[in-house]
DNA sequence: CTGTGCGGGGAAG
DNA sequence: CTTCCCCGCACAG
């Protein structure tokens, strides 16, 4: 069974998932999961989770990620899209800063992108994700019996996008007003684009990434924003579970300009589009603008308050606002590409502890079984056509697996449960982990690497701190 | 129209 | 060989 990489990866402490050791790669997954992790919108940085939830099973996130052919039926791989920005970066009238989600489709984010700013009628750009060694942030599923494995890998260098939920929201309450439109409609939005230079990227001292995983604190807000309605409950947004198992890494191989630069004096509040966020280390965290958008784009112009699909309590909090505002977050263009932008997440809240992690991820390689077309030389149940049901299922593909597991009730033991560390107290939802999250256990330490040569050794440092403001 | 997943196939290492 | 990406397809909402 998985072993060295398995055991290499056992002191990872946070989620269910991470509390087992296994890499979406192995033949065989941990099983008969007794616990699940709560959903997860927002994943970042190199984590892993192991589910049993619907927006799951949609292989859902807030992230924009398109779907990534990776030739492997058991193994569904899809990529970050990055955010669609303004290119002058200017700011919505309530402060924020246009963060669209890209359209996952090719056609239509074509289409987006020649739309323009509906703001300052900019054209609008298309911030790619290169959070994994300079290619898009990838997320893998994998669908095993009851669990559905999660794993990510890269750092999103970006800021957040609407998430679907608010993208959807928007839409919808948009062709409610179809009917009364306010005031100018924008249709010049239509109008062709005005290509810019996506190509600045400074470089410039590689420096250490203080790549933090979102959710990591973005349980910890307060008010989260808007993205239940599509959701069942608002709960499963609060990760309580560390991330950290596989640390966020300083890649050595340079390739995210982005993401190495060092940035004394990050703005973070550029990316921080939605006033509704208080005083939580959350403040690091890139978040979209939603409701902003709905009135502003697609022509609309209705009242904050019609905007149903909105939580309430999103409401700008008057001085936080000011304090955005004060804060001129891109003087430019292009921010996003220079310099400013390598540490988007400010790291540790203070008192973190991980101050040097040398943590070993496996990078986007998926060496697993390619589904084999023909029913090569497996067992009869290992074709690899899915079921014509709904959800996707990569089960029966490559390595011969126990083919019966209903109720996914049996397995761990036949997994070796030796080669899994099961020490792991899993904080529970709501409190505990807050802690364990803020002060990860294990200030220093070290993890050998796996025998593929993949081994990133990602520095930690918690230097950054976002007291300042 | 858009999102989603599949799978072919090319480019690059 | 692997991994990345693009493309078109089919299907669903």
Request: glycine letters at 4%; proline letters at 12%.
């Amino acid at each position: 069974l998985p072993s060295a990489a398995c055991r290499e990866r056992a002191d990872c402490v946070c989620s269910v998932g991470m509390k087992l050791t296994w890499d979406i790669n192995d033949p065989k997954l941990p099983q008969d999961m007794k616990q699940s992790d709560p959903f997860q919108e927002w994943t970042d940085g190199y984590v892993r989770y192991i589910y049993s939830d619907k927006n799951a099973q949609r292989h859902l996130s807030g992230w924009a990620m398109r779907n990534t052919n990776n030739h492997n039926c058991q193994i569904l791989k899809k990529s970050c899209l990055g955010v669609v920005v303004c290119s002058r970066g200017c700011t919505l009238p309530d402060g924020s800063r246009l963060q669209l989600r890209p359209a996952i489709c090719d056609k239509a984010r074509q289409k987006q992108q020649k739309k323009l700013c509906p703001s300052c009628h900019a054209a609008l750009e298309l911030l790619p994700c290169r959070g994994h060694s300079g290619y898009p942030v990838t997320n893998f599923w994998r669908v095993d019996g009851k669990a559905i494995f999660f794993q990510a890998k890269g750092v999103h260098d970006h800021p957040r996008p609407e998430s679907k939920s608010e993208t959807e929201a928007r839409r919808s309450s948009v062709k409610r007003r179809v009917s009364s439109p306010p005031f100018t409609p924008k249709r010049r939005l239509l109008e062709p684009q005005v290509h810019t230079n996506k190509q600045q990227q400074t470089l410039g001292p590689a420096l250490l990434s203080c790549v933090e995983p979102a959710d990591r604190i973005s349980f910890m807000e307060p008010n989260f924003p808007q993205h239940y309605p599509a959701f069942q409950s608002p709960e499963a947004y609060y990760n309580p579970h560390n991330e950290l198992g596989e640390a966020p890494p300083t890649l050595q191989k340079p390739a995210n300009p982005r993401l190495y630069m060092s940035r004394p004096s990050y703005e973070f509040q550029g990316y921080l589009t939605s006033p509704s966020y208080p005083v939580t280390s959350d403040l690091c965290d890139p978040r979209s603008a939603s409701y902003p958008l709905d009135q502003i784009l697609e022509g609309g112009s209705a009242p904050l308050s019609s905007s149903s699909s909105f939580d309430p309590q999103t409401k700008p909090l008057a001085g936080w606002k000011e304090l955005l505002k004060s804060s001129t977050p891109y003087s430019d263009n292009h921010h996003y590409y220079s310099a400013e932008y390598p540490c988007r997440y400010p790291s540790n809240p203070p008192g973190s502890p991980a101050a040097l992690q040398t943590i070993i991820t496996t990078t986007t390689k998926v060496s697993y079984q390619p589904c084999p077309k023909p029913p090569a030389a497996l067992p009869s149940y290992q074709s690899c056509p899915k079921p014509p049901s709904g959800l996707p299922s990569y089960q029966p593909c490559a390595p011969p697996k126990q083919s019966g597991l209903p109720g996914c009730s049996s397995l761990l033991e036949n997994a070796s449960p030796s080669s899994y560390s099961t020490e792991v107290k899993v904080t529970d939802e709501s409190g505990g982990v807050i802690k364990s999250l803020s002060f990860q256990p294990e200030p220093l330490q070290t993890k050998t690497e796996r025998a593929d040569g993949y081994d990133y050794r990602y520095a930690y440092p918690n230097t950054y701190r976002y007291d300042d403001y």
